[in-house]
């Protein structure tokens, strides 16, 4: 029963994570044309006219259902207006990971998981019914705030159900590809039942699914449920695990390898019109066939893991010299065919380092610190933040002014060189748990009533 009950957990979280994703694509191919009509140059509700010059939105009476990732930032008012509105979702989770990871750790994780979800089912409603720019941008930042909860509490809720490997690696690349699907499937997802059903559907399909999530977290354990949380240890601060060297050099390779997809999504649509001239259906499929090596990336290396758990080190290290030599090569790119290939490399690259790098985090905590996971996934989700909070505003002024190519050789440099970094990690491994003194006092024998409780525990 305590199996099934993990398994259903790790089905809810896999919901959340795939609902957040969701949300954060499915407006790219709807926000263009709906912005435009809150102007008065369209219509919001089906087919409609370009939106005021951005090329990532219609052509004509035949928009395509799959747009680019999201508009430049660096194409005039409405496109700034688009990036900004891309990028508060990750600004906010930015500010508020650190206090969420904290309370985390106090209160547990599944009403952290819980709140998440119905700020997500809140932030997904306002989307639907939204009438001005200021509601969408509420809404945005609304979403931000839910995912600092959810995504934070759920995959350290994996940690926690899962702490032996090699099912921990497992159920983590389980929520990897869930996260890899619902970014690259929500855009056509979007686009579709925008096109025959309205710009509201697309957003209520996701609203009852969040709330069907909900429901079935709390039957599965509700807040009153986690009181036994007041009895566990207090984990380590957060701001004592960011100075962690081995932590630090893991949420380095975390934010670093993400920057060329970050940066890649609001600059490819229009390098691809310019430099090939792509079709909108070329432009819309680019990211599509990247899911299938994110997948194999994520097998693979939980297979190797479970083999050879010693070389997580490498396997992070291997996928980071591939995102770096396949982002050198998007600018020699020369038509629609050859684009595919170094995008598929660089998820697949992701897949590699994110696969091997995420349970090595909760590792780490055990060895080093406490094993409570709140407070160190939220420095993960710091890193996925930084790299999508700079990517809708920063990657086209950096186009603009530097050059598509000199974009992607910098970024592809960067992963290279930072690869032998991860070699700090390399005896990691080797690290035995930490005993603190409460430890010894249990191993010695409870003392009072929390050791008593806590040997119980134990013991159960």
């Known amino acids: 029963e305590a199996r099934r009950q993990r398994r259903l957990l790790l089905l809810v979280v896999c919901v959340a994570l795939l609902l957040d994703n969701m949300l954060y694509m499915v407006i790219v191919p709807i926000i263009p044309d709906y912005i435009a009509a809150m102007r008065g140059g369209g219509s919001a509700t089906g087919p409609s006219a370009p939106a005021g010059g ?14 680019a990732r999201y508009p430049p930032a660096a194409g005039g008012n409405e496109d700034v207006q688009i990036g900004v509105l891309f990028a508060s979702k990750a600004i906010l989770q930015l500010l ?25 089912f809140v932030s997904t409603s306002t989307f639907a019914f939204a009438e001005n720019y200021a509601t969408l941008f509420a809404a945005r930042s609304l979403q931000g705030l839910g995912s600092a909860f959810a995504d934070t509490a759920g995959i350290a809720l994996i940690a926690d159900r899962y702490a032996e490997e090699p099912a921990r690696s497992r159920a983590l690349g389980t929520a990897l590809a869930c996260i890899s699907f619902g970014s690259l499937a929500a855009p056509p997802f979007g686009g579709v039942l925008y096109e025959f059903a309205g710009k509201r559907v697309p957003f209520l399909v996701l609203a009852c699914v969040c709330l069907l999530d909900g429901l079935l977290l709390l039957a599965l354990a509700p807040p009153c449920a986690t009181g036994a949380r007041a009895n566990m240890p207090v984990g380590t601060p957060i701001h004592r695990l960011m ?12 934010a670093t390898c993400n920057i060329p997809l970050a940066f890649l999504e609001p600059t490819i649509a229009n390098w691809m019109k310019d430099s ?5 259906w070329e432009v819309g499929l680019t990211w599509l066939p990247a899911f299938f090596p994110h997948v194999l990336g994520v097998y693979v290396t939980v297979r190797l893991a479970a083999a050879y758990p010693h070389l997580q080190w490498f396997y992070g290290a291997l996928g980071m010299a591939i995102i770096g030599a396949s982002s050198c090569l998007v600018p020699a790119c020369r038509n629609f065919g050859q684009v595919i290939i170094p995008l598929c490399g660089i998820c ?9 790098l995420l349970p090595t985090l909760a590792f780490l905590v055990d060895v080093r610190h406490v094993s409570v996971y709140g407070s160190v996934y939220a420095i993960a989700d710091i890193s996925y933040s930084v790299a999508y909070a700079l990517g809708p505003i920063v990657a086209g002024q950096i186009v603009h002014t530097m050059g598509f190519a000199q974009l ?9 060189l930072y690869a032998p970094v991860l ?16 430890n010894i006092l249990l191993e010695e024998g409870p003392k009072g009533l929390y050791d008593t409780i806590k040997m119980e525990e134990r013991k159960g």
Not at 54 to 62: F, I, P, T, Y
Not at 243 to 254: E, R
Not at 428 to 438: A, F, G, I, N
């Open 408 to 416: 992607n050789l910098g970024m592809g440099l960067a992963n290279v």
């Open 96 to 120: 508020v990971n650190p206090l969420s990871g904290t309370l985390i750790d106090r209160v547990g994780y599944e009403a952290p998981l819980l709140a998440g979800l119905a700020v997500m």
């Open 54 to 67: 951005n090329e990532s939105g219609s052509g004509g009476g035949n928009r395509s259902l799959l747009p």
């Open 276 to 280: 090939m001239g792509a079709s909108e």
């Open 348 to 356: 697949f690259g992701i897949a590699l380092v994110d696969t091997a």
């Open 423 to 438: 070699l700090f990690l390399k005896n990691v491994c080797q690290m035995k748990p930490s005993h603190s003194e409460r």
């Open 243 to 254: 100075i962690d060297p081995y932590i630090a050099v893991v949420a380095g390779a975390l």
